[in-house]
């Protein structure tokens, strides 16, 4: 008995120690894009700055609401993207680009790390907000991806899913990209999906969101209306598990770039599995396949990516991406161009 107290007296020092040392906030993390692309300094007016910066904030706290009220990762990415899609200055619902027959397509893919569910919806015509879709897919279908009409379809069952009418993607800035595109392509008479100076910049725009949660998962958004100028159906990467969007339980990662060498590249796959079989710092291995790997097929774009330590990478060969984050100690920011 006299030696129990003594002990008693320990175990609740030591309890009230511990309590002492839990961290006073959570440990969240939150990283987003708008898109990368080629997109000179003095090509965008100050307004137009202000509105991109306010916009990717807006984006940033409609997450991080989440992840501090100790919500889900994946509550968290699909409310930050829905805010990116909701505004016209990025290419994913409205503000998409069009595509060669003067419409919108829209790509979207959600992954959820710890469980690897995912869903994703290719060359949608009528969602307003993809991402909600592609989650739908994921959360009341047997099947990870569905395309066009049939994705539709499946829009038609479920009430909660928002429809617009095609136009309602419509906007000027990105009407004059097109044609400004199928003018260099009449011109160069040869296909390209691309546009290409300064007036009509190769900027992509993609949105995504990558997030860390209080239980130390993490889930993945992406959001696209593609390329300017695509065809016949085409599906770039964002809504492809593995090139575009990935996470598992240490790493998620949301691409932005000329599509197709993303998906010959699986980057967004390859960039978690160097750190998960070789070890790679989160920085080292998004860098590498960033800037490396991409370009060395010929391929332009950036990435954000997140471990489940709160490390953010957001590396891009492409001049600019618009880009914002908030680490586990709470700093954030926003920024588009490089050394800001
Ligand atoms: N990666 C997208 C695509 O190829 C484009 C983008 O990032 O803006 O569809």
């Known amino acids: 008995m006299r030696l129990l107290i003594p002990l008693l007296a320990l175990a609740a020092m030591s ?15 939150l990283v987003i894009h708008g898109g990368a692309g080629f997109v000179p300094k003095d090509s965008i007016s100050p307004q137009e700055l202000k509105a991109y910066h306010a916009a990717l904030n807006r984006a940033l706290d409609a997450g991080n609401a989440v992840l501090q009220g100790g919500g889900t990762a994946l509550d968290a990415v699909t409310a930050a993207v829905v805010v990116l899609e909701d505004a016209p200055q990025f290419n994913a619902g409205k503000g998409a680009v ?17 469980t690897r569910r995912a869903g994703a919806v290719a060359g949608v015509t009528t969602i307003k907000n993809p991402v909600k879709l592609a989650r739908a897919v994921m959360e009341h279908s047997p099947h990870v991806m569905m395309a066009g009409a049939g994705a539709e379809a499946f829009a ?45 910049p190769a900027y992509f725009g993609t949105v995504g969101a990558v997030a860390l949660d209080a239980r130390g998962h993490i889930a993945v958004a992406t959001s696209t209306g593609g390329m300017t100028n695509k065809k016949w159906g085409r599906v770039g990467d964002a809504p492809i598990i593995g090139a575009g969007t990935w996470g598992d ?14 998906i010959r ?23 590498e396949v960033i800037n490396k790997v991409v370009p060395a097929t010929g391929g332009d774009g950036g990435a954000i990516a997140l471990d489940r330590d709160g490390n953010i990478a957001m590396p891009f060969n492409s001049g600019s991406m618009f880009r914002g984050w908030i680490r586990p100690d709470g700093s954030r920011g926003t920024a588009i161009h490089e050394a800001e």
């Open 15 to 29: 309890a009230h120690v511990h309590a002492a040392d839990a961290p006073a906030r959570p440990k969240t993390a």
């Open 98 to 114: 069009f595509n060669a027959k003067g419409g919108h397509e829209l790509d979207a893919a959600i992954m959820e790390g710890h």
């Open 156 to 200: 038609d069952s479920r009430p909660e899913i928002e429809r617009v009418p095609n136009t309602y993607f419509d906007t000027d800035k990105r009407r004059q990209q097109l044609e400004k595109a199928q003018r260099e392509e009449a011109a160069k008479g040869k296909r390209e999906a691309r546009t290409g100076d300064a007036d009509a």
């Open 249 to 262: 339980d240490r790493c998620g990662v949301s691409g932005t770039g000329w599509g197709e060498f993303y």
């Open 265 to 287: 590249n699986a980057v967004a796959h390859d960039i978690c599995a160097r750190v998960a079989y070789r070890g790679d710092s989160l920085q080292a291995a998004a860098d």
